[in-house]
């Protein structure tokens, strides 16, 4: 049971350091190329949905609706379409950075710099979609609950993406 769970610690840590058993024995050249391969893949995902996301948010300004609309209302808009923006930065930054340190022999350092700003990246589409959530939730509702469900998603995506995540990594992490 024990090797199983060291051969499944192998991913880059969103901090740039080793694992504490890598449990393949590849070069430090195969682990990153194989880093970067599962980094690209998980890009992919988050990609698309702050893609979609951010096109979505940038056709609103110019609905008819969007001009009956509160300054608070407005002002909230703004700071989504700006985390967006950011979020969009941090998740494509990797491919350029990539772009541009390719060939460099520099792929270790690349995965590390590339899973902080894809670790950005999420955090920022935490903020866009809760953000938006919001800007939606107040616009069609008008309602006092919406900070309840607000934040009932936001605790969710937490759950989802931080909290489960962390639990396992210490549950199935042997302590070296």
Do not use: N
């Not at 985390?83 to 792929?107: D, T």
Request: aromatic fraction near 10%; hydrophobic fraction near 45%.
């Amino acid at each position: 049971m024990k090797e199983q769970r060291t051969e499944q610690r192998t991913a880059a840590r969103p901090d740039g350091g080793e694992p504490a058993d890598r449990g393949r024995h590849e070069s430090k050249e195969e682990r990153a190329d194989r880093q970067w391969q599962e980094l690209l893949q998980e890009i992919r995902v988050a990609q698309t949905g702050v893609q979609i996301l951010f096109g979505f948010l940038l056709t609103v300004a110019f609905t008819p609706h969007f001009q009956g609309i509160s300054a608070t209302d407005k002002a909230v808009y703004v700071a989504t379409v700006v985390a967006g923006s950011l979020a969009a930065g941090a998740l494509i930054g990797p491919v350029s950075f990539h772009r541009i340190v390719s060939g460099r022999r520099i792929k270790p350092e690349a995965v590390v710099w590339a899973s902080r700003l894809t670790f950005a990246g999420i955090v920022l589409l935490l903020v866009t979609f809760t953000s938006a959530l919001f800007l939606v939730l107040r616009v069609v509702t008008h309602g006092p609950l919406v900070p309840c469900l607000v934040g009932g998603v936001v605790a969710w995506y937490l759950l989802c993406w931080f909290a489960l995540p962390l639990w396992a990594r210490e549950r199935h992490t042997d302590e070296k």
